[in-house]
Every structure is written in C-alpha cells, then in structure tokens.
C-alpha cells in the first residue's frame, strides 16, 4: 500500500483513454491450462502460493495496441472494479503475462473474491463457462494508472 500510495500518481482524467478485454483462456485453442493462467499456482517447479495466478496478454494485444500496457516490468497502480489497489506488472517472454506484487494478490481478488472458489480448485473453460466468466477489461488511464473488471 505504500508503494502504491508513493509511487504513483492519481490519474489526471476521471474517464479512461483506451481499454482491452483480456480472456481468461487461450485465445489459440480456447483451453485454460492446468498449471500455467489462472491455474499458475499448480505449476511444476517450486512451491507455490493457491493465489499465485497470471493473466494472459495475447500477442495481438501488443500488436494492434503496442502502447496499451508500460514496458516490461514496469510497475503501475492497477485499481479493481471493487476499489482495492494492486501493484502489477507486465512480465513473462513476450510480455505474455500481466501479474502481481505480490504475485497472489490478482488470484485472491479473481479467484476467491470474485469467482468464490475454494483453494486447490483447477480451472478449465467449461468451469469458466459455468461461473459466466470469460474476460477481464483493463482500462488505462495513463501509463502509471489502470483499472481490472471482470466482464462476463
């Protein structure tokens, strides 16, 4: 929260500039992967937190609105449609992935308090397609200021 209140600036405009949808499954084969997105968390490796989540950012993004998000891993103030602040980040190769500091804190807001799943509850489209949830919008105010809606 002191990060967030110290590092960034309130937006200059109420209303935002620009906004992308981001779907919450592969855009190439419409599958939610078992241990990478929204189910990051069961992902081989090291231990990791039941929060741990990340939003995929197709490459056409980039590529139709190459300005849209900060380089990567620059961080900006991303505020949820529920008002809380989170630090985020664009990251991954190709900047394919828009996450969190802490990284668990996109997957308490999406996965517990928006979609009420219980921890250690994997993901899949048909699961998605039960809850009504496809997609997030993320709007950008200016390039330190951006706000996450779940949109179904």
Known sequence: ???????????????????????LYSE????????????????????????EVYIP???RIHRD????????DQP?????????DLL???????NKAL???PNRELGKWLLRDKLKLAPGTVLDKEKLDKLGLESVEISKYDNENYRISVKC
Not at 1 to 23: Q, W
Not at 88 to 94: E, H, I, L, R, Y
């Open 28 to 51: 190439r084969d419409g599958k939610v992967y078992p241990k990478s997105g929204l189910n990051q968390w069961n992902a081989d490796g090291r231990p990791r937190h039941h929060d």
């Open 1 to 23: 929260d002191y990060l967030i209140d110290n590092l960034f600036h309130e937006p200059v405009s109420k209303a935002p500039s620009e906004a992308v949808e981001l779907k």
């Open 99 to 101: 996450m969190t500091n």
């Open 65 to 72: 609105c190459p300005d849209f998000f900060p380089p990567k």
């Open 76 to 84: 900006f103030r991303l505020k949820t449609d529920d008002g809380k």
């Open 57 to 59: 950012i197709p490459k």
């Open 88 to 94: 985020a980040k664009v990251c991954q190769s190709d």
